[in-house]
């Protein structure tokens, strides 16, 4: 019983909450002891907050008893990146400098959540201040991918990938600056969803590239992803970049893409330079029947081309660490987090320098410097002048595109997860890792990713990813839903009850109690 | 990559910088001058690490120095395209003039505002000596 409860995706988990056939106690209880029984396995978490969790869920329980009528996703229990910021849990960002800080706010979308009644879990593992595409440079250890433990789960968002896909939450909130939401989701068959940029508010996560940062749902369907949106998105005062549009229902969006299973009408163009030398064979493989199915769901499909895409990691590449290296100055050992006193003391100065010495990692030193150095005099014309103006080249290049088809599509990440360790000491073979997710980035528009299959060399999750106009959020999680289904249809189950069942311990005891 | 050994900048092991050393001026005179893009020396790194206020040690100092090379050299390639005409865009979705009402809003409580500082003195962030002696 309690196995079967985290299965559930969360839009039929609220069903079975609203309906009062299961109650949230139990649905979290259920949760909770996935999470003990495969997190010494896959180390998604870097805090659980259990008492916590149980006491919320008991409250959502007892205002669902009272006649209380709550929101859609009432009692769900979901997983939060340690991004954010949260007002009862340590907030790090996977980062030393900030172990053990307990923020003295909520993030905008952790205070929405709450308001809608989701139950908060924990804390989710991550790459130190979002800088990676493994979850290995966090400083507390990396996560593991639930298809294969000796593998990646992607980054910087692997924790909450990983938490999905192994059952430990049905719902997570990530935040995708250069693909850290939608690359994860790819490497662990599971959906991430990078929203248009303003869409959802960042007041109160620890900002990585301002100009690049969204936060976004991560989940193991489409309709789970947007009825999350639903809740987190919309206009934050606080946050001066959020836009003022009115949304619509993103959850009302999906819906109607899996009813209709039908692309009559859509035309979907399939990014020449996002494919071909460089992407494994499978991946490709199973995006190209993907694209066959679309086809066959009366899409027009035609190939387009966006040639300054192959300048988006160089420029992703400065515009990053220039805007990390200031916004990470915050880390001063003055107002949050760890200080370290040099040995015979030392000015204010020397004490910042030996606490970044000691608080941060490599691969957070090394992008503070690049920036320090892409944004020095001399070099700033040169470097991040020039980024910027492919940022501007990037933009065209998606309103060309965009005056004639409806929706980009391409692999979401060129190989399926890669071996613990492969590519950690080389920065650049890592950086290549997010060339499909980047222009999106840079341009602001949305992009969602979701299984399309399991290559056939190495069995492991192959991503989709589909881009649509800025503000068009509501045409992905549609088309998403549809494919989704189509696939589901085609193979008569989800890709994520094909994933090892990392507890088997846990299976036999349940199936033992059935006896 | 290149597997070149850079130059050390000093032989002992204890951190490189520090606030109040200034190895070498990083090359201010633009694209000209004998470091252009793509080449970085160890006595730039240990400069920007200054900036940066990050202490490293002479072997992080060579380490980077390296990797620093290696992805300027990739990212280089942002300049074959960036021509005078095209306008640099800062941000994907520019907004103009956000501004709320000019009234005093939720804020934090002294309290809550100290209560991560890693020393306070009730009602300040207590720091160090801003000033050396040297100033």
């Not at chain 1, 639930?146 to 938490?163: E, Q, V």
């Not at chain 1, 990053?320 to 100065?349: C, I, Q, Y």
Request: hydrophobic residues 40%; aromatic residues 6%.
């Amino acid at each position: 019983m309690s196995h079967d409860l985290t299965r559930l995706s969360a839009s039929n988990l609220a069903e079975k909450l609203t309906s009062g056939e299961v109650s949230s106690a139990e649905a979290t209880d259920a949760h909770l002891n996935r999470i003990e029984a495969v997190e010494p396995d896959v180390h998604a978490f870097l805090h659980v907050a259990a008492d916590a969790a149980r006491a919320t869920a008991k409250a959502i329980d007892a205002r669902r008893a009272d006649g209380e009528k709550l929101g859609p996703l009432a009692g769900v229990p979901i997983a939060i990146k340690d991004v954010l910021c949260t007002i009862d849990m340590p907030s790090t960002a996977g980062s030393k400098i900030l172990e053990g800080w307990v923020p003295p706010y909520d993030a905008t979308v952790v205070k929405r959540l709450r308001a809608a009644g989701l139950v908060p879990l924990g804390k989710t593992n991550m790459d130190e201040f979002a800088m990676g595409s493994s979850t290995e440079h966090s400083a507390y250890g990396p996560t593991h991918n639930p298809w294969d433990l000796d593998r990646i789960p992607g980054g910087s968002g692997g924790g909450s990938a990983a938490a999905v896909a192994a059952f430990e939450a049905p719902l997570a909130l990530g935040s995708d600056t250069g693909g850290s939401i939608r690359q994860p989701a790819a490497l662990t068959g599971s959906v991430g969803m990078k929203p248009t940029y303003g869409g959802v508010s960042r007041y109160g996560a620890i900002a990585l590239a301002s100009s690049l940062d969204q936060v976004g749902p991560v989940s193991r369907t489409v309709l789970d992803s947007a009825l999350l949106h639903d809740v987190i998105g919309g206009h934050d005062p606080r946050d001066s970049t959020s836009l003022r549009d009115e949304w619509p229902s993103f959850a009302a969006a999906a819906r109607e893409g899996a009813a209709t299973r039908s692309l009559k009408g859509l035309t979907i163009g399939i990014v020449k330079e996002l494919q071909g030398d460089g992407f494994q064979a499978g991946v490709t493989q199973r995006f190209q029947e993907a694209v066959e199915l679309l086809t066959a769901a009366g899409a027009e499909v035609v190939e387009v081309s966006t040639p300054s895409f192959e300048y988006a990691i160089s420029a992703y590449y400065l515009i990053l660490p220039a805007e990390a290296s200031s916004n990470l100055a915050k880390f001063d050992s003055v107002r949050f987090g760890l200080r370290v006193n040099p040995v015979g003391g030392g000015t204010v100065e020397d004490v910042m320098s030996a606490t970044r010495e000691a608080g941060f990692g490599p691969e957070v030193k090394r992008r503070i410097i690049l920036g320090t150095y892409a944004l020095s005099a001399g070099y700033y014309d040169a470097y991040y002048g020039s980024a910027q103006k492919v940022r501007t080249l990037i933009q065209r290049d998606f309103a060309r595109v965009f005056a004639d088809v409806d929706v980009l599509v391409s692999p979401s990440a060129p190989t399926t997860a890669f071996k613990l360790g492969e590519k950690l000491d080389d920065p650049l073979a890592m950086y290549l890792n997010d060339l499909t997710t980047i222009p999106a980035n840079l341009a602001g528009v949305p992009g969602i990713s979701l299984p399309v299959g399991l290559a056939p060399e190495d069995g492991l999750p192959v991503g989709i990813q589909f881009m649509a106009p800025a503000r068009e959020d509501a045409r992905l999680y549609k088309l998403g839903a549809t494919l989704e289904a189509l696939l589901e249809d085609k193979w008569g189950h989800t890709l994520l009850s094909q994933a090892p069942d990392l507890a088997p311990q846990e299976m036999f005891a349940s199936e033992e109690g059935a006896v | 990559m290149s597997t070149e050994t850079p130059p050390t900048t000093s032989e002992s092991a204890r951190p490189a910088t520090s606030a109040n050393s200034r190895p070498v001026a990083a090359n201010s005179n633009g694209n000209g001058g004998s470091n252009g893009p793509g080449e970085i020396t160890t006595e730039q790194v240990a400069h920007l690490a200054n900036l940066a206020r990050i202490n490293l040690t002479t072997a992080e100092i060579a380490k980077m120095t390296v990797e620093l090379a290696a992805i300027v050299e990739n990212v280089a390639k942002v300049t074959e395209v960036a021509t005078p005409d095209v306008p640099a865009t800062s941000h994907p979705i520019p907004l103009t003039n956000v501004y709320r009402p000019d009234v005093v809003g939720e804020t934090l409580t002294q309290e809550q505002a100290l209560s991560g500082a890693p020393e306070h003195d009730g009602s300040r962030f207590r720091v160090s000596a801003i000033l050396g002696e040297e100033q």
